[in-house]
């Protein structure tokens, strides 16, 4: 009989770590999840669920113990207007949580090591217009992310390049562009863009009051990738023989404002946007997926508007739910 993989996600009570334990299930390893809280949504499919503060060595230690490989998810963070408020926080809890976690798996002798960054760690000076060209990985140097987030996970591609240079641990790393779907958050002020914009017209749809807010006057642009495709391509990046960081993400670029009239036709209402004074992040960003189609052989390929229209019935959902209680 072959032998199981035993793989640890941690962040696995989070948005992409709980979808991730689920992916690898079916997949065929043995999963331990560990976070510092439970999944909100729904039960997790890990053989084993730990609940554990990443932010201390011991933590680590146990939860590495006896593991093959890692995918370190655990993060503080959340959208912009969490994002740009915390910095000190979130430079000082997301160093703990990958420091301990990284050298934990060193010393628990883990063969691989996946490491999720974020398309936050690009320069500000190439995200400043709308209409902007798409970043490529090796735009990241020289330097200068936006926040503190961005800032950490930098230093944290370097330390898991240094672990491959200086330990010949296998590592990998991966940039996300904006990932969305069922069962993130969707309130209570970590939500991102698409999640606040399902709930916000959700409430107009229940309400009767087609009017939403929004931050800045919505022309910000972005890319967004839908939870299935970034499954995927963490799978095949953790297979893969590519050790460098990757972008993935859809490489289709829209504004926040046909963000929002996609969700309303989707909901099958009529809106209207008040732009409101509001952290917005970098005014636009996209996607170079050229060498993620080297590497894997393969790019995301769900359409926005079906993500979306999944992403929407499970919003407007949860609002119909809480809007009972
Ligand atoms: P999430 O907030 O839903 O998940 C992160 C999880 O980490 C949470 O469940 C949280 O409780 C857990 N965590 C925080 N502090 C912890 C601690 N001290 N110990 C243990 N667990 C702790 O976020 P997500 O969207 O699922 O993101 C997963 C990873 O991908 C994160 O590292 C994030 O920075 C990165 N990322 C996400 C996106 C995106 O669009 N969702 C984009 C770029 C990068």
């Known amino acids: 009989m072959a032998v199981q993989t035993r793989v640890l996600v941690t962040g696995a009570g ?7 334990v689920s992916f690898l299930k079916k997949k065929g390893c043995w999963v331990r999840g560990v976070d510092i809280k439970e999944p909100e949504f729904c039960k997790t499919d890990a053989d084993d669920f730990i609940v ?31 994002i740009q408020s915390n910095n000190a926080r979130i430079l000082h809890n997301n160093s703990l949580i990958n420091i ?18 974020s398309a936050c760690i690009y ?18 140097y020289p330097a200068l992310p936006e926040d503190a987030y961005g800032w950490e996970k930098l230093v944290t591609e370097r330390l898991c390049m240094h672990y491959t240079q200086d330990y010949g641990m296998q590592t990998r790393v991966v940039r996300f562009h904006n990932i969305f779907g069922p069962q993130g958050t969707w309130t209570g002020g970590r939500e991102k863009a698409p999640a606040a914009l399902c709930r916000k017209i959700a409430n107009a749809k229940l309400s009767g009051n087609r009017e939403i807010e929004m931050w800045g006057d919505g022309e910000q642009t972005r890319s967004f990738c839908y939870i299935d495709d970034c499954l995927e391509g ?37 809106i209207t946007i008040k732009h409101i004074d509001g952290p917005q992040g970098v005014r636009g960003r996209n996607s170079d997926n050229t060498k993620l189609r080297q590497v894997l052989g393969w790019e995301p390929s769900i359409s926005l508007e079906d993500g979306l229209a999944k992403t929407y019935a499970w919003i407007e959902e949860q609002v119909k739910v809480s809007s009972e209680k």
């Open 14 to 20: 989070g948005f992409i770590g709980h979808h991730l």
């Open 52 to 82: 554990l503060d990443l932010r201390w060595r011991e933590n680590c230690v146990r939860a590495t113990h006896d593991i093959d490989e890692v995918y370190a998810l655990a993060a503080d963070m959340g959208g912009m207007g969490f």
């Open 100 to 117: 301990n976690t990284l050298d934990s798996a060193r010393q628990n002798g883990v063969k691989r090591y996946f490491y999720t960054s």
């Open 123 to 140: 320069p500000l000076y190439l995200q400043k217009e709308t209409n902007v060209t798409p970043l490529k990985e090796d735009d990241a």
């Open 234 to 270: 963490i799978f095949r990046l953790m297979r893969s023989d590519h050790h460098e960081p990757l972008n993935l993400g859809q490489d289709r670029m829209v504004t926040i404002n046909e963000l929002a009239y996609m969700i309303a036709k989707i909901a099958g209402i009529e």
